[in-house]
């Protein structure tokens, strides 16, 4: 049959096809030596050769292929395939790795567009999903690409394994106590005496981790600035650090950290600490002994077992680890004797405190034995907070100061601060993951240009971890200011009403109010003439005697005697 011009001409505009340009590449780096914009220029002109109407150009700038979840664009385009919004024909990308570069998210990603008519180009690779050899040519290549990809992933984990076998710092930041000559580890003098106090306190006193990071702190010792850290002050985290790094004995640790896939998805992982790893001889010089490190290895799995109770469940000891042993200043715990009753039928418990875990002081074991009735402690505490609330100023003042508000501008805008940094070097390793992500396999220096990026890619991963540090640093500072400000409320609501309340509580109550009120309590070695135990009352926050705000209270300082002279004991 015989068609006029007319006619053919509006065939033709119906059978015109349709396509989306899709792009994707990091803004700082090119594809074999193509632009973005020279990537577009080839698309479009590919487009206008093949009489197409592009219906949308969609670009994830600066995106990692490894997923489809972490490129907007590339979803937008799915869903508006599947919604049939541009009645679309083909999607046109320059290179199938501009596609996608793990298989499954390719052939997934191919097949959700094929199931509503729409077809795949990848115009360098010469590839049309629209005919059967093009689908096998995706399905052959992504797969070659991902494993590719993998086998040179391994390589490089394997060469750094290698360098830890033989002893060799593996790059990114020196830790703490050691500096980098060379790309070897040298003991930083003005920085391995804290790691030799933080072993031998660990190892040779009772401190825990929270103690030594306080000694630390109330000692004078400042931390050295590093990197993007500008708290000179030393945390618990800090020195869990330090004990559980088997680096200070000389030794070489890989694998204490793995990234791992997150169980139910298909391409999100995380790091794990790991239980089992591989620890070798270092060529560089131990801070501590291997014998003292060990120590502490196991002090540090052993710490935060608790005994269970069994016998007078509802005893506390009240004043446990708040009285200081008069010899070594360590805290005094509670101690239970139980006796048989003399006709021979129940038991008895009798409460003591006593300093169980002979620290040593100045070389020397800890040799004060004495032990002390529970009861004639406590009492002798609770009476002096009796006469301390009953003063008729008492009251009065403890109002003006409740619901005070707290200044923590300062710490606030180091917050927000290291929160910047942290977004900055987040930033600067998802590009220069992507950098990595997008190198070509066949650059003839791949593998060179992949380990450098790997090494800075592992210092970001240091710096990452030593703000979050600070971060939590300061987190927990913010915590502690603010949760003291509403601890010492709530104490100073409750010291209104000691004489009403304090007798109605339980043992753990009573145990519970004199943490939050009391620091210290500190005794005489034996009692004086009198009776007189307490030699000083240490507070946690300002209580208000006689006009005056004071945080202790101490019997044998004279600046402080006409003070508490009214709070003498029998």
Known sequence: MFLGTGMEE?????KQQRCYIYTRVSTSMQVDG???????????????????????????????????????????????????????????????????????????????????????????????????????????LSAVAEIERENILVQTMEGRKQKAREGKWNGGFAPYGYQLINGELHPAEDEAEIIRIIYDKYVNTTMGVAAIANFLNNSGYKKKLRQNNTIEGFSTSFV?????????????????????????????????????????????????????????????????????????????????????????????????????????GHYRDYFYYACKHRTYVNGHKCTYRKQWNEDKINDAVEEVIRKLVNNPKFKTEIQKHIGNSIDTAELDREHDGLKEQLKQVTG????????????????????????????R??????????IETLIEEVETRLYNIKQEKISSDNVYQFLLFFDKLYDRFTDIEKKTFMKSFLDSVYIYEEAKEGGRILKSLKFKFPVFFDGQEITELDWDNESTVETVVQLSYK
């Open 34 to 140: 193509y632009s973005l914009d020279a990537q577009k220029d080839k698309l479009h002109k590919y487009a206008d050769y093949q009489d197409m109407i592009i219906a949308r150009e969609s670009s994830d700038e600066g995106k990692s292929g490894k997923s489809v979840e972490g490129r907007p664009q590339f979803q937008q385009m799915l869903a508006d395939i599947e919604t049939g919004k541009d009645n679309v024909d083909f999607v046109l990308v320059f290179k199938l790795s501009r596609f996608g570069r793990n298989a499954a998210d390719v052939l997934s990603s191919l097949q959700r567009m094929q199931d509503f008519g729409v077809n795949l180009i990848c115009v360098e690779d010469g590839i049309d999903s629209s005919k059967d050899a093009g689908k096998l040519m995706i399905s052959v």
């Open 457 to 466: 890619l592992d210092k970001l991963y240091d710096e990452m971890e030593d």
């Open 428 to 455: 600067a390793k998802n590009k220069l993951a992507s950098q990595m992500d997008n190198l070509s396999v066949s650059d003839r220096h791949y593998d060179k240009k992949y380990d450098d990026m790997q090494e």
């Open 240 to 344: 869990k650090g330090v004990l559980d790094n088997p680096v200070y004995c000389g030794k070489l640790a890989f694998g204490r950290r793995k990234n791992e896939k997150i169980p139910g998805t298909r391409n999100e992982y995380h790091v794990v600490k790991q239980e089992n790893y591989m620890l070798n001889d270092g060529i560089h010089e131990g801070i501590v002994s291997e014998k003292l490190w060990n120590q502490a290895h196991k002090k540090r799995k052993e710490t935060g077992i608790a005994n269970v109770k069994t016998h007078s469940l509802d005893h506390e000891h009240i004043l446990s680890g708040i009285i200081k042993c008069p010899f070594c200043g360590s805290g005094m715990y509670g101690n239970v004797n139980r006796k048989k009753h003399p006709d021979g």
């Open 10 to 14: 509006m065939i033709l505009k119906t």
